[in-house]
RNA sequence: GGCGCUAUGGUGUAACUGGUUAACACGUCGCCCUCUCAAGGCGAAGAGUUCGGGUUCGAGCCCCGAUAGCGCUACCA
C-alpha cells in the first residue's frame, strides 16, 4: 500500500505567508478577508506578509485589474511586505514574469517521470469527461497519452501536436483504496484523499503557461512560503499540491483553509447575491477600518471577554465586537476559528461602518466625505455632465442628485415603456445585467453591448436606454447615461441595477401572496 | 453521481480539560428621550444546540449512524 503521508514540515526561521489574486476583474472582498488573516498571521509571528499576482489565465485577464487590486488593497490598509509594486528579495511577484521558472521546473517532473505529457484535444477530453459522468465515474483523465512510450511521444512531438503536461497520481497497483494522500490541515486535523479520486492535473496548458497548481507549489517552495493561508474552496486540490511538492523533493508548508464567505443563503459568496467588489465598498463610502473589522469576525477568531471579565472591567458589551487591526494582531486567534462558512451581514457590516463613523471627530467625519462622495476627481467628472443643463449652479443637486445617493427606487409608471408590460421590463433588465457585466466600461463598450442586446430583443433604443435611465437615475430625464454610468463606476452601476431587480421581485412576490 | 468539509436563535460568535434557567453583538418588536429621523437609555420576543441512538450521575461539548448545507469535480483561480 502506498501511503503518502505528508506530516513532516520542516520549519526554520520566521513565517512568510503571501495572497495570490488573479487579475480578472474587481478585487473581491474575500481577497481582503484572507488577506486580512495572512496578514494578522505574518505581524502576530514576526513574519513576511507577500502578494503575488497569479495572472497565469490569458483567457480571463484583464488588463485594469491588477492595478485595481493594488489600490484597493493598500485602501484596506495591509500593507504587504513583497509584492510586484514594492519588489523584494523573490521576485518577480507576477507569474506572467516567470514562466521559464515553471518550464524548467516541468521539464524536472518530466524527466522524473511524475508528469507527461498529453496530447488529447480539448473536445476529446470533453467527450471523455461527459461518458464518464453518464457512468456516474468520478470524471477524470484517462487519455491514452498517459501510457505512451518513448517512441510514441517523440513521433506526436514530431507532428508537432499542441499538448499539455500532466502530473501522474500514482495509482495503486491493487485499485482502489491502495493508494491515497493525507495532508495535515493545521484547523481540521488530517484528512486522506483516495488517488482513486484525485485527477491527472494539467500543469502547463498548451499555451505555455502553467495552470494554478503548478504555479502555486513552484512559487511558495522559491518564495519561502512557511504556511499556506487559503479559502476551503482549494481543500479538493491541495493532494495533487502535495504530490507535487513530494516530486519535488520539498519540505511543505502548513495548509490553513479558511472558512468560505457566504451569500444569506450559504452559497459561496457571488456577486450576483452581495455586493462583493472592493471597489464597491470603498466608493459607497465603507470605511476600510469598519470593513477589516467586520471581515476579522468572520469565522470567529477574537476571543470575547469572558462574563466575568466583562463584570470585572466593567466592559461595554456594545463595543465587544468593535476592534481595530492591531488588537486582532494582538488577540486573534487561529486556533479559535469556527469553521461554518460565515454569511456576510451587510446589515451588520452597515451597523458596524456607522459605529466607525460617529467615532471620527468632526473634523475627520468632513474628510472622509471629501474624499469618497465628494471628491474633486468625483465631481470634476460630473461637472461636464450637466454644464449645458443648469441654468444656475444652484440646480446642480437636482440633476445630480441620483450620483450621490446610496439607493433610486423607481416607480413601474416610469420604468416600464408605453408598450411593455412588466414582466417583459423586468425580463430585459435581467438580461441587461450580463451584458453592463461584461462591459469594459467605456461608453463605447457599453453601448456596444446594449445595443447588441436591445437588436436581438427587439427593443428600441430609446426603450432601452430609457429603461437603463430610470433603473439607475430613478427619473426619466437625466444627464447622458452612458457618461453618467461610467462616473458612476461599474461596480456601483451594477450593484444599482442588481437592486433594482431584487426590488422588483420582492414587489412582485408580495403582490401575488395578495 | 463521486470525493471532501461543515452543522449553536434570522445573522456573526460565546459557553474553561462534559457540571445550574445556553451568553454577547447585529437585526426585529415595545417603551422612554425628542420638532422629525438617527443616536442614546430601558425592556421583550426569538435557539434547548440538524436529527436518531449510545457512553455518563450528568452531553452543545465524547462515540456511532443518518440528514442537510456548502465546496471541488476545467488546458479558471
Known amino acids: ?99 521559464e521558472i515553471y518550464r524548467e521546473y516541468c521539464d524536472k517532473l518530466l524527466e522524473s517521470g511524475h508528469a507527461y505529457r498529453a496530447f488529447e484535444t480539448a473536445e476529446e477530453l470533453d467527450a471523455e469527461r461527459k461518458a464518464q459522468m453518464g457512468a456516474k465515474q468520478p470524471p477524470k483523465y484517462n487519455g491514452p497519452s498517459r501510457r505512451y ?95 507535487l511538492y513530494q ?3 520539498w519540505d511543505l508548508p502548513r495548509f490553513w483553509h479558511m472558512p468560505l464567505l457566504r451569500n444569506i443563503d450559504k452559497s459561496k459568496i457571488s456577486k450576483r447575491k452581495n455586493p462583493v467588489s472592493l471597489v464597491y465598498y470603498r466608493q459607497a463610502g465603507f470605511l476600510p477600518q469598519a470593513l477589516l473589522n467586520f471581515l476579522g469576525l468572520m469565522g470567529g477568531g477574537m476571543a470575547q471577554p469572558t462574563e466575568q471579565e466583562i463584570v470585572s472591567k466593567g466592559l461595554d458589551t456594545r463595543l465587544i465586537d468593535i476592534f481595530s487591526l492591531m488588537e486582532m494582531v494582538e488577540r486573534f486567534d487561529f486556533k479559535r476559528i469556527s469553521l461554518g462558512g460565515p454569511v456576510f451581514d451587510l446589515v451588520k457590516l452597515k451597523w458596524m461602518n456607522s459605529e466607525y463613523l460617529r467615532a471620527l471627530d468632526a473634523e475627520a467625519f468632513f474628510q472622509a466625505m471629501r474624499a469618497t462622495v465628494f471628491s474633486d476627481a468625483y465631481l470634476r467628472a460630473i461637472a461636464p455632465l450637466v454644464q449645458t443643463r443648469i441654468e444656475t449652479l444652484g440646480q446642480f443637486g437636482d440633476l445630480t442628485d441620483f450620483f450621490f445617493k446610496d439607493d433610486v427606487m423607481p416607480a413601474p409608471e416610469l420604468f416600464v415603456p408605453k408598450k411593455r408590460t412588466l414582466e417583459e421590463t423586468l425580463l430585459f433588465a435581467t438580461e441587461m445585467l450580463p451584458v453592463l457585466e461584461a462591459a469594459d466600461w467605456t461608453p463605447t463598450s457599453i453601448d456596444a453591448g446594449l445595443r447588441e442586446l436591445l437588436t436581438a430583443k427587439e427593443w428600441s433604443v430609446k426603450e432601452a436606454f430609457g429603461l437603463l435611465r430610470v433603473i439607475l437615475t430613478g427619473k426619466t430625464a437625466s444627464p447622458p447615461l452612458l457618461e453618467s454610468l461610467v462616473v458612476f463606476g461599474k461596480a456601483r452601476s451594477l450593484n444599482r441595477v442588481r437592486r433594482f431587480l431584487e426590488q422588483q421581485k420582492r414587489f412582485q412576490a408580495s403582490a401575488n401572496r395578495k
Open 1 to 99: 500500500m502506498i501511503q503518502e503521508t505528508a506530516a513532516n514540515t520542516k520549519q526554520a526561521g520566521p513565517v512568510r505567508v503571501r495572497i495570490a489574486p488573479s487579475p480578472t476583474g474587481d478585487p473581491h472582498v474575500g481577497t481582503a478577508y484572507i488577506g486580512l488573516l495572512n496578514y494578522v498571521f505574518a505581524k502576530q509571528r514576526g513574519g513576511r506578509f507577500v502578494l503575488r499576482i497569479e495572472d497565469t489565465d490569458r483567457s480571463r485577464f484583464v488588463a485594469s485589474s491588477e492595478q485595481m487590486i493594488f489600490d484597493a488593497l493598500h485602501w484596506t490598509g495591509l500593507e504587504w511586505d513583497e509584492g510586484p509594486d514594492v519588489g523584494g528579495p523573490h521576485g518577480p511577484y507576477r507569474q506572467s514574469e516567470r514562466t
Open 149 to 243: 512510450t518513448q517512441e510514441q511521444v517523440d513521433t506526436a512531438l514530431a507532428g508537432s501536436k499542441p499538448y499539455t503536461i500532466r502530473l501522474r497520481v500514482p495509482q495503486g497497483d491493487a485499485g482502489v483504496g491502495t493508494a491515497s494522500t493525507t495532508f495535515r490541515d493545521e484547523l481540521r486535523g488530517d484528512i486522506t484523499f483516495d488517488h482513486f479520486n484525485v485527477d491527472d492535473q494539467v500543469l502547463m496548458k498548451s499555451d505555455g503557461f502553467p495552470t494554478y497548481h503548478l504555479a502555486n507549489v513552484v512559487d511558495d517552495h522559491l518564495m519561502g512560503i512557511t504556511d499556506v493561508i487559503r479559502a476551503e474552496e482549494w481543500i479538493s486540490s491541495t493532494p495533487k499540491h502535495v504530490l
Open 247 to 249: 516530486a519535488f523533493g
